[in-house]
């Protein structure tokens, strides 16, 4: 199940809380006939380029300043279309900003400006949209935010970046100005998709395989030429577990001997795992397979010293050898990865994926791998610390109701615990026991806390998801109540809601059944309750006072975020003009769907726009306007 951020309510609170104190500002004008960004400029490749601060050459239409700053190509013998220049910032730009605009004139049509930034993250980037004047001013956006640019130390130009070079090119630079848009929602992502299909059926070309000798491992080259060296990874249309392909890991680990083999994203990705809390991926194999066969793996940066995680066992993560041709989960925490090289620490910064040799048994193994992602997973429950009870859990009964507890320390009086099972678990060593008579006058509850009784912040989840299973054929009607606690606030417990509700069908005997509860439904029960950010617990209470013995064994308790169902997929890198009036959102120049959030996450209204028009009955408030171009946030007064 696919499960990826969309909370506006976070995002609206991050826009406006941790970057409040952020505002747009010129970087530099050149007015004072100087470059007053940086200290010293160093040409790259030296003396491709003469540059200085000259007369404003065309001072009309957006640029009527004095100054600007020139850039006449030399030609060097050696012309590099990515000639320009790198300087280190004098007041380096903290991470929280949108966007650079840079004011940009050219002599020749074939010009274009191109920037590179370092900081938490390196890379070159085009702007928005390419340069179309000639002799005339424009204005060309660089998107920090669309490039998931942090923090900004060094910057680059490449001021006539076009192949074949025209070395009688001149261009100009001015008003570099850096970009706070509090429009622009910040979102923090849940999940991070390194490899999901390669552009091509035959090789992935943003992968690396490396062997010695006599460990071998089938590769591909990028052309498909016999002489060319091969070093990719191979990709095949069958099996996949999504999409249109998966790649195929083909090896054979000899003593004496070594390989390894990278994946990384797409156009080289920069992936930011400071927020991330698992690794997952799916893997094939033909045959049956041993767990202990399958290779270490690690992670690597684009910059550190050390830019490589420490090395653990991908089999540590299998609970059993792997069955002919099944897909199967892997999940890692990153936690583990962390732990074994504790001088890493590029977290923010990570390029790629690496399997490489384990054990040494001279027999070739194939293996596919698919839906490799970086995932954030708020874990309330997975397994006990001890395989009779669960530490962090309460249970309350009031007679005649009747549920079966463990008291901490195995005395006969006192119980108040759940009960722990190692049969059957859907995950992990044991799961939670709940076994339970509801009868009429009595009452009961039982409460479900993390190990250590961490609070968890829902306002970038959208879900409770869990997982159920009855010994026996077990009506939905018969199932309990659910809300949630926090540990401050008043109220500071959820309204409740049935368990029944998110379930198709009663539940089959001895099937472990997954239920996902939007945390909306818990929160609109109760409009009073305000501690979204501070999660205790779940609570599972009496419903149907029925007499009847009932047991359910309870696993994999987690918050997370699931995608929004609906006719368009949001976008949150762009401003759009939008108000409220007259019961109608209007939108100028629009024709497309909308959807109106509450500052909640809550869909108030959604539809198609006709005219830049769509009527929804809203309350007085903040509301943000989501298109397929953008949003922007609406008051209505």
Not at 493 to 504: E, F, I, P
Request: negative net charge; glycine residues 6%.
């Amino acid at each position: 199940m696919k499960k990826l951020l969309f909370s506006f309510a976070l995002a609206l609170l991050v826009s406006v809380s941790t970057y409040a104190q952020l505002a747009t500002f010129v970087l530099d004008d050149f007015e004072n006939g100087l470059v007053n960004f940086t200290t010293e400029i160093h040409g790259n490749p030296p003396a491709s380029f003469d540059y200085m601060v000259v007369d404003n050459p065309v001072k009309t239409g957006i640029n009527t300043s004095n100054k600007a700053w020139e850039w006449d190509r030399f030609d060097t013998g050696d012309n590099q279309n990515w000639a320009g220049f790198w300087a280190a910032l004098t007041n380096p730009i903290p991470k929280g900003y949108t966007s650079i605009e840079v004011k940009y004139m050219r002599t020749k049509a074939t010009s274009q400006l191109r920037m590179k930034v370092e900081g938490a993250v390196t890379l070159e980037f085009n702007p928005v949209n390419p340069a179309t004047k000639v002799n005339e001013w424009e204005t060309l956006v660089f998107d920090l935010y669309g490039n998931n640019i942090k923090n900004i130390n060094v910057i680059s130009f490449f001021p006539d970046y076009y192949s074949p070079v025209d070395v009688t090119a001149k261009c100009y630079i001015d008003d570099i100005k850096i970009i706070y848009d509090p429009s622009v929602i910040v979102t923090i992502p849940t999940s991070l998709t390194l490899f999901d299909n390669s552009t091509d059926n035959r090789f992935y070309d943003t992968s690396w395989i490396n062997q010695t000798a006599p460990s071998t491992v089938v590769a591909e080259s990028w052309d498909g030429q016999p002489a060319t060296s091969k070093d990719k990874f191979p990709v095949i249309t069958s099996p996949v577990k999504a999409g249109t392909n998966a790649l195929k890991l083909d090896w054979t680990s000899a003593t004496g001997g070594d390989w390894m083999g990278m994946v990384a994203g797409i156009g080289w990705t920069h992936f930011d795992l400071t927020t991330m809390t698992h690794l997952k991926l799916w893997i094939n194999s033909p045959v049956v397979l041993a767990k202990t066969a399958l290779p270490k793996i690690h992670l690597e940066a684009f910059s550190g010293s050390p830019n490589v995680t420490g090395k653990i066992q991908l089999g540590d993560y299998l609970t059993t050898d792997l069955a002919a041709n099944t897909w199967t989960e892997v999940t890692i925490p990153l936690a583990d990865l962390w732990a074994a090289n504790t001088a890493f620490s590029v977290k923010s910064d990570i390029k790629d994926i690496f399997f490489s040799q384990n054990a040494t048994d001279n027999v070739e193994h194939t293996l596919y791998l698919d839906e490799i992602k970086f995932v954030s997973i708020a874990n309330l429950f997975h397994d006990s610390g001890d395989a009779r009870f669960y530490d962090t859990s309460w249970i309350n009964q009031t007679a005649p109701s009747v549920v079966v507890a463990e008291s901490w320390d195995n005395a006969p009086t006192g119980k108040d615990k759940f009960p722990v099972v190692s049969s059957p678990v859907k995950s992990g060593t044991n799961a939670l026991k709940l076994d339970w008579i509801s009868a009429t006058g009595g009452d009961w509850m039982g409460m479900i806390a993390g190990i250590g009784w961490p609070p968890f912040d829902l306002t970038n989840r959208t879900h409770l998801d869990f997982w159920i299973n009855s010994p026996v054929v077990l009506a939905k009607s018969a199932l309990p109540k659910v809300h949630l606690e926090a540990t401050g606030g008043s109220p500071n417990v959820t309204g409740k809601v049935l368990l029944s509700n998110y379930l198709a069908t009663d539940l089959a005997a001895n099937t472990w059944t997954e239920v996902t509860i939007p945390l909306a439904d818990l929160w609109a029960v109760d409009a009073t309750f305000t501690g979204k950010d501070i999660i205790k617990d779940v609570f599972f209470s009496q419903n149907l006072t029925d007499n009847v013995e009932h047991i359910l064994y309870l696993d994999e308790f987690n918050f997370i975020t699931v995608p929004l169902t609906g006719i368009f997929t949001p976008s949150a890198n762009k401003s759009i003009p939008a108000y409220y009036t007259n019961g109608e959102i209007q939108i100028p120049n629009y024709e497309g769907n909308v959807r109106v959030f509450d500052l909640a996450g809550k869909i108030v209204g959604e539809g198609l726009a006709n005219n830049g028009k769509l009527r929804v009955s809203i309350e007085k408030g903040i509301y943000i306007v989501n298109t397929t171009l953008g949003n922007v946030k609406v008051a209505v007064k």
